[in-house]
C-alpha cells in the first residue's frame, strides 16, 4: 500500500431505489493498492484504500459486504 496525501475521499453511490439503509457512506482515502485484474489492460489497477464504518475497504471488499452494484468515486474532501 501506498499513502495517500490528505484532501481526497470516497463517495458511495447506489442505483436509483436501491435500499442503502445499512450501507456506510464513504471516508477519507488513507492510500492506493495494486490489485490483479486480468479483465483490465496491463492486468492490474491501482484502487484506494479508504475508511467507512470504522474500518479501511478497498472497492472490491467493501461492494463484496454492502452490494455489487454500488459504485465508489474519489474526490475532493470539503
Same mark, same amino acid.
Given at each position: 500500500? &501506498?499513502?495517500?496525501? %490528505?484532501?481526497?475521499? &470516497? @463517495?458511495?453511490? %447506489? /442505483?436509483?431505489?436501491? @435500499?442503502? *439503509?445499512?450501507? /456506510?457512506? +464513504?471516508? !477519507? !482515502? !488513507?492510500?492506493?493498492?495494486?490489485?490483479?485484474?486480468? *479483465?483490465?489492460? +496491463?492486468? *492490474?489497477? !491501482? @484502487? /484506494?484504500?479508504?475508511? *467507512?464504518? +470504522?474500518?479501511?475497504?478497498? /472497492? @472490491? $471488499?467493501?461492494?463484496?459486504?454492502?452490494? $455489487?452494484?454500488?459504485?465508489?468515486?474519489?474526490?475532493?474532501? +470539503?
Amino acid at each position: 500500500m &501506498v499513502p495517500a496525501f %490528505a484532501g481526497l475521499r &470516497v @463517495d458511495v453511490t %447506489a /442505483p436509483p431505489g436501491s @435500499d442503502t *439503509a445499512t450501507v /456506510p457512506g +464513504g471516508g !477519507v !482515502v !488513507v492510500g492506493w493498492v495494486l490489485v490483479a485484474d486480468e *479483465a483490465v489492460e +496491463g492486468g *492490474a489497477r !491501482v @484502487d /484506494p484504500v479508504f475508511l *467507512a464504518a +470504522g474500518r479501511a475497504w478497498t /472497492p @472490491d $471488499q467493501f461492494r463484496a459486504a454492502h452490494g $455489487q452494484g454500488l459504485g465508489v468515486l474519489v474526490g475532493r474532501a +470539503g
